[in-house]
């Protein structure tokens, strides 16, 4: 009923701003190309601006369907533009450098895409959005480094996306939206935190992932619900997540740094309950950090609580020879220079699946001598040089599908 409700209060407060900005105006009905003059007309059906310059819609203050804009180098001629009731696309516009022209736009009806125009910077021309009926997507544009000019933006009936977007380094500017659908905060290659989210609740799924250089969730100490699956991948801790009290699905946390200080800070930052619940996963991308993950199992009697991706930058798994079993996956990819699994010796049960992929120099098995059952699938493929299975002979049961295949000789 909640979430019902708040959609309806987001129409609602729409549906007011449309009565209060478009009264008796003189309607044309049918698409509108930028070509077409329509100077002097109020209110315009589907309108496509796709050209170099929107100057034959000056006067257009409403919208009644959808508006996209696409290779266009301004969006000078829209200044008086409002309202648009259906959804606004801002895509693939190269030349475009700026938003500027939108500056009176107070709603959009539907959803908000800003998507692949490399030459902007900012949001600027958004200053005085304040609702959004369907998503915000803002994807994959190159240059931008600010949301700020969202400020006034209260209101969003739909999904938040932020992705793919190279040089953003703040999410400020969307502060103004405390519920949404779903979220997603992903392949932002220069974020570093999640500031300027104020996020206290989401209705479906959370996910921040692939953020290279994401080392902060500062950001999501408002947070108190998801009622969908949550995931996140960073680099610090967790200690953000403490106003956190439910999270109805799947709840995934992936370390990508210290796996010591992420994995104190699942028990000491989350509500039992929360910790109880949630899927660690660890990534191991050089040997110090395979270390850690040694030191962790042997606090822990053998068992590292979660999974372990091991990938890049590891020579020598040596470090895990306290490591006996494992709850989630063992994930071993993309290492150039791991030559031997020599340190995974004592490791008798997986309880997920197990990967060996594409570490072109691992030459054998060594190390999983012990190994006698995996509760998932048993992938190894795309090793060069590996030339035997040997090391597998006590491997006695596999609960899922086994895929061996693009080794060397084998």
């Not at 729409?14 to 209060?20: D, S, W």
């Not at 999501?220 to 949550?230: I, K, M, P, Y």
């Not at 372990?308 to 798994?317: A, C, P, Q």
């Not at 060996?356 to 054998?364: C, E, F, G, V, Y």
Request: with cysteine; net charge negative; charged share 20%.
């Amino acid at each position: 009923h909640d979430k019902n409700n708040n959609k309806i209060m987001t129409k609602m407060m729409i549906v007011r701003m449309m009565l209060a900005i478009v009264m008796t105006t003189t309607m044309m009905s049918a698409r509108v190309e930028a070509t077409d003059s329509v100077a002097g007309v109020l209110t315009v059906g589907d309108l496509v601006i796709s050209g170099n310059n929107a100057t034959s819609l000056v006067g257009v203050q409403h919208v009644a369907g959808d508006l996209v804009i696409t290779n266009a180098s301004t969006l000078a001629g829209l200044e008086k533009l409002k309202i648009v009731e259906g959804s606004l696309e801002i895509r693939d516009n190269p030349t475009l450098t700026t938003l500027d022209g939108l500056q009176n736009l107070q709603c959009v009806g539907d959803s908000l895409e800003i998507k692949r125009n490399d030459g902007i910077n900012s949001l600027s021309g958004l200053s005085k959005l304040e609702a959004v009926g369907g998503d915000l997507h803002v994807a994959w544009n190159k240059n931008l480094n600010s949301l700020q000019n969202l400020q006034n933006l209260v209101s969003l009936g739909g999904n938040l996306m932020i992705e793919g977007n190279d040089n953003l380094s703040s999410l400020w500017g969307v502060h103004g939206l405390t519920r949404v659908e779903n979220a997603t905060i992903a392949s932002n290659e220069k974020l570093l935190s999640l500031a300027g989210l104020a996020l206290s609740e989401v209705k479906g799924d959370f996910s921040a992932v692939r953020n290279e250089n994401l080392m902060s969730l500062q950001g999501l100490e408002s947070l108190t619900r998801v009622d969908g699956n949550l995931m996140i991948e960073t680099g610090g801790t967790f200690l953000a997540l403490k106003s956190l009290t439910t999270v109805g699905g799947n709840f995934t946390l992936e370390s990508k740094d210290d796996v010591l200080a992420a994995l104190k800070s699942v028990d000491n930052d989350l509500s039992p309950l929360l910790a109880e619940k949630v899927k660690f996963e660890a990534v191991l991308n050089d040997d110090n950090a395979v270390a850690k993950a040694g030191f962790a199992a042997a606090e822990r009697g053998g068992i590292f609580p979660g999974s372990l991706r091991i990938e890049e930058n590891v020579t020598s798994l040596s470090d895990l020879e306290t490591l006996t079993h494992l709850p989630g996956d063992l994930e071993i990819m993309d290492n150039d220079n791991l030559i031997t699994l020599a340190g995974l010796n004592n490791l008798s049960q997986v309880n997920g699946n197990i990967y060996i992929t594409r570490n072109k120099n691992l030459q054998s098995l060594d190390g999983l001598s012990a190994l006698r059952s995996v509760g998932g699938d048993v992938t190894i493929d795309y090793n060069k040089k590996l030339s035997t299975l040997a090391d597998l002979q006590d491997l006695v049961w596999v609960m899922g599908k086994k895929e061996i295949s693009h080794n060397g000789e084998i």
